[in-house]
Nanobody
Framework: VHIVESGGGLVQAGGSLRLSCVVS????????IGWFRRAPGKGREFGGY????????KYADSVKGRFTISRDNAKNTVYLQMNSLKPQHTAVYYC??????????????????WGQGPQVTVSS
């Protein structure tokens, strides 16, 4: 299984970034995809996830209205659109995959496969 994220970098506060996550080696259309982040000196934090069909998403309260997750199953790709970024959003952002099941998946250990995570740095 390969998960490759891209799109990270340096952005000024108030700016936007879109991260991409390309997944191969599993049935992408049968997989829920989550986004997590790890800020400097902190643990891994849930950002949001999208269900296998793309019909449903869930977000952490800290990013609601600011982050949007979408997917293109024809391209095996999930996107994380981040708007109105603040310095506190500086972190390594990880994409993770798990098999489709009914339920709620905001916890990192619920995911089987992980990408390496691009760095996102928001300057003030």
């Amino acid at each position: 299984v390969h998960i490759v994220e891209s799109g990270g970098g340096l952005v000024q506060a108030g700016g936007s970034l879109r991260l991409s996550c390309v997944v191969s080696g599993i049935r992408f259309g049968d997989s829920h995809i989550g986004w997590f982040r790890r800020a400097p000196g902190k643990g891994r934090e849930f950002g949001g996830y999208i269900t296998s069909s793309g019909a449903n998403t869930k977000y952490a309260d800290s990013v609601k209205g600011r982050f949007t997750i979408s997917r293109d199953n024809a391209k095996n790709t999930v996107y994380l659109q981040m708007n109105s970024l603040k310095p506190q959003h500086t972190a390594v952002y990880y994409c993770a995959a798990r098999p489709r099941r009914s339920g709620d998946y905001p916890i990192a250990r619920q995911y089987n496969y992980w990408g390496q995570g691009p760095q996102v740095t928001v300057s003030s």
